[in-house]
């Protein structure tokens, strides 16, 4: 658990999946910017508070520091000598002060405004790997990956912006009118607030009308990124097809359409500055006529000429910023938009409220009647029922597509099943925890994919925690030990993305060793050996014979081979399991594991006779 508690709950959407507006972020962002939990980031944000306070009530004082210092000009001789060099010194200090202020209110707030952002993050991540298989299969990895990225910087911005310069700055403006209408009359105050408010509302509306420009620039960027990496991930077969051509040219039609929409936003963002400018202009233009009027009546002094002059170059300034902020809050509540629809897709799999962890005392798997569909329309499992008794090996054969790695993925829980139950030491697998039912079983698939970091990371990954005994040991049980200490950097090798530098038989060993570091009571082989040449699929089948050895097994397979001396070994057709028995009575019943076994040992005589010519 993070030292600082459990974690607010997910920021939600509206209805329909429509943005968040400002005072819906706040709410939402309300236990972040206020940790129950935290003393210390509670004390922080009371003292930031405290300090922006300051900042601004020095700040709105420095235009009376100046008055004072223009109007004593004007006074007698001594005067002008003395008092002028104590306001302007005031006036100085004055500045320096309200910077300070602001300055430390950020230093003070920057350790809950990062937390924030993290502890958003981290709730993003964990959410992601809850979510289903079926979910990550249909989506791409690089648009999720920018889209957590860009909700986490918006949220970086809206606690930083919200908090301490759109709330400030409209106090502030309140607090200005106030005081231009208490020391001279309304008219300044009005003409003040009139052009603060048309410059809103004309901000306001040209920005929500960009919005669907930065909109598309986002799904554009998304969709350009997430083509870069499936194109990077696959660099191999890019190369073997020699279509780095073609490749270059779908990222640059993405690309292209996010260009037109970036040179949209662009240009109606010129539009904005213009108009902002202009409507700033007449306000400034407005007031400062009615001052010089006031001035030249005797009713002002040139001091109050200034210090409204002051005021409004002070007011406008944040203003003006307060127009880029607020250009800001919409791009990064329609950045948050896609981490909000992340985090309200609800996981398909769950667990039970009260689940227990799974309790493996003997390893037994059973398979009752299970039946399975990714498409309701088509049927992929159909009454799939067989047992595997604690320490026994059992295969599954049959023709590609039959649904036999269907089976690894349900045993997992990857997918709830359709009809039936999955049984583990007679405990439903839906009845139980999910990640002790993960931790109860160790597979070696037919795709090893590795981390792009080092060996011993790779292998203990396995049982994160392990000494490094224990991984060594790992490696020797998977007969990798010595290929690892041959090589230049030993276990600290970088294995490269996937696991590219290393061959398809080094990335087995790696991934057999990190099952023997699990240590788990039953093992899947999912075509574990399949992608193999034959003289190394003879030695990792020795490996994972040693490995299953005391182990329920269950062993997947289209290469015959590989599964002789299974206890029993079922035939999957079609969803459906056709024919059951050991190796020898499948080969006397004639049927269609006999045919299969005929066919690849045909296949296997002709391939040596190649070998010998």
């Known amino acids: 658990m993070s030292p600082y508690g459990s974690m607010p709950p997910p920021i939600m959407a509206g209805p329909k999946g429509r943005l968040i507006d400002g005072l819906r972020a706040l709410k939402e962002l309300a236990p972040y910017l206020w940790p129950r939990q935290s003393f210390e980031l509670r004390a922080r944000v009371a003292a930031a508070m405290v300090l922006l306070v300051a900042g601004r009530l020095v700040n709105i004082g420095v235009p009376f520091l100046y008055k004072r210092a223009v109007d004593a000009l004007g006074g007698k001789a001594a005067a002008i000598v003395v008092v002028p060099v104590m306001v302007i010194v005031a006036y100085g200090v004055a500045r320096v002060l309200a910077q300070a202020f602001n300055e430390g209110r950020n230093a003070v707030f920057a350790k809950v405004e990062q937390l924030a952002v993290r502890r958003l993050a981290l709730a993003a991540f964990r959410h992601l790997h809850s979510l289903s298989l079926r979910f990550h299969l249909e989506r791409r990895t690089g648009g999720l990956a920018r889209a957590v990225e860009r909700g986490t910087q918006a949220i970086d911005f809206l606690l930083s912006f919200i908090l301490f310069n759109v ?22 105050a009005t003409i003040t607030l009139s052009t603060i408010v048309f410059y809103i509302a004309f901000t306001f509306a040209i920005t929500d009308w960009r919005v669907r420009f930065r909109r598309e620039m986002n799904e554009r960027d998304s969709e350009a990124n997430a083509k870069s990496v499936d194109a990077l991930l696959n660099f191999e077969t890019v190369k073997y097809f020699a279509n780095e051509a073609h490749e270059a040219a779908r990222y640059d039609r993405s690309l292209h359409a996010y260009q037109r929409a970036a040179v949209k936003s662009a240009t109606t963002l010129a539009l904005l500055n213009v108009g902002q400018g202009a409507i700033i202009a007449a306000g400034l233009i407005g007031v400062m006529i009615r001052a010089g009027a006031g001035v030249a009546s005797g009713h002002m002094t040139v001091g109050d000429f200034v210090m409204v002059n002051a005021y409004l170059v002070q007011l406008y300034t944040p203003l003006n910023f307060l127009g880029m902020v607020y250009r800001n809050i919409k791009q990064s509540l329609t950045d948050l938009e896609q981490l909000v629809n992340l985090l309200e897709i609800k996981a398909e799999i769950v667990d039970r409220p009260g689940a227990p962890p799974l309790a493996v005392p003997r390893g037994s798997v059973a398979f009752r009647r299970v039946d399975f569909r990714y498409d309701p329309r088509r049927p992929i499992l159909r009454q799939v029922d067989f047992r595997i008794a ?7 054969v049959g023709p590609s597509g039959a649904g036999k790695s269907t089976i690894a993925r349900l045993m997992f829980r990857f997918y709830d099943l359709d009809a039936g139950a999955i049984e583990i030491d007679g405990q439903d697998i839906r009845e139980v925890t999910q990640d002790s039912l993960r931790r109860a079983i160790g597979v070696v698939p037919q795709d090893t994919v590795l981390f792009n970091d080092s060996i011993f990371y790779n292998i203990a990954y396995g049982r994160p925690g392990a000494s490094r005994a224990e991984i060594e040991e790992a490696a020797r049980h998977a007969h990798i030990h010595e290929f690892i200490t041959a090589l230049p950097d030993g276990y600290d090798t970088l294995v490269g993305e996937r696991g590219l530098k290393l061959s398809g038989g080094e990335k087995q060993r790696v991934a057999i060793a990190r099952v023997i570091l699990k240590d788990p009571r039953i093992l899947v082989f999912d075509e574990a050996t399949s992608a193999l040449d034959t003289r190394t699929e003879r030695e990792i089948q020795a490996s994972l014979a040693e490995v299953a050895t005391d182990r329920t097994t269950l062993i997947i397979a289209h290469r015959l081979s590989t599964v002789v001396d299974a206890d029993e070994i079922l035939v999957l057709d079609h969803g459906r399991i056709v024919e059951r028995g050991d190796h020898h009575a499948l080969l006397a019943e004639g049927g269609i594991y006999a045919a299969m076994w005929a066919q690849q040992q045909e296949a296997a005589r002709r391939e040596a006779e190649l070998v010998s010519e």
């Open 390 to 396: 604690p320490g026994a090996t059992v295969a599954i």
């Open 167 to 188: 709330l400030p700055t409209l106090i502030e403006i309140v607090v200005v009118c106030a005081i231009l209408w208490r020391l001279f009359d309304w008219t300044f």
